[in-house]
């Protein structure tokens, strides 16, 4: 999931350490959200969020992915056609 954290981060001005203490989290998963190579728990982006104060949908952006979540293969008929989509 794309997200703006580094940008959001730097225009505050703290570091990746820095927003893990505020968040409850290391530096190192900061990096990995920040990176794309984690998607961080929904309470988890509900906390960065509110560091920035900005809505969760303004950090994350929320766009349709190439990659198919075990949420999006229970969505399936019989056929693999989806019974409703998400936004």
């Keep these: ?36 190579k984690f998607e961080p728990s929904i309470w988890l982006a509900y906390d960065i969020s509110k560091v920035f104060d900005c ?11 190439q990659r198919k979540s075990r949420a999006d293969s229970s969505r399936g008929d019989s056929n693999g056609n989806k019974k409703y989509s998400i936004l």
Excluded: C, D, Y
């Excluded at 893990?20 to 290391?26: D, H, K, L, P, R």
């Excluded at 809505?55 to 992915?65: A, D």
């Design 55 to 65: 809505p969760i949908e303004e950090v994350f952006l929320f766009e349709e992915s």
């Design 1 to 36: 999931m794309k997200n703006r954290i580094r940008e959001l981060r730097e225009e505050k001005g703290i570091t990746q350490e820095q927003l893990g203490a505020m968040v409850g989290t290391s530096r190192q998963a900061i990096n990995a959200i920040e990176t794309e």
